[in-house]
């Protein structure tokens, strides 16, 4: 099993990364913290890896840190919730928040997350309420807004990743929009996350 890879990043994605290592490239599955914690196409990324085996593939998911990861697989523990959903978990939610929701049972915040029902926020609670005492929840706090110009290449990024979880574009779009029209925030993950806040 792969647990850690380091290698030059190839293409950089809001959900996926390629990692060249000793001639090979490895197509990484990431959430969005670790898309924003890498450095662009060219520079070397060293990221923990959870290997995900399925009769019909072999999955890599990366993480930026050992927090990211570890949290990761308390999720796939989780009844109903698979790799991929837990990708999108991730990235609906800052780590913090994420483990401060699940721990004080908040069902209300952690449905906000696409693909995230009442039923699957209430299993998120209840099996891995007392279950985060080693996650480290020391998280960062979005960047002030400031305005943005429309459709800039990071405004292009944060529809990827919106649609990339399953937002329809022109959902995205308008959730966008409407972040921008109060003042946007001038990186991406603050600006992916108001824009996520805003689709519903």
Known sequence: MIGHLRGTILEKHPNQVIVESAGVGYDVQIPISTYTALADAGATAALRIH???????LLLFGFATAEE????ERLISVSGIGPKLAITVLSGLPTADLVSAIRSGDVA???RIPGVGKKTAERMVLELKDKLASIDIAGRT????????PLD??????????QNLGCSRPA??????KVKERG???EFEPLFRAALAAVR
């Open 142 to 149: 979005a960047a002030p807004a400031s305005a943005g110009a």
């Open 69 to 72: 990861k570890a949290l990761f």
């Open 153 to 162: 290449p990071l405004d292009q990024d944060v529809l990827s990743a919106l």
């Open 51 to 57: 290997t995900h085996v399925r009769e019909d593939a």
């Open 172 to 177: 995205a779009e308008e959730a966008l929009r």
């Open 109 to 111: 915040h952690l449905v």
């Open 184 to 186: 946007a925030p001038a």
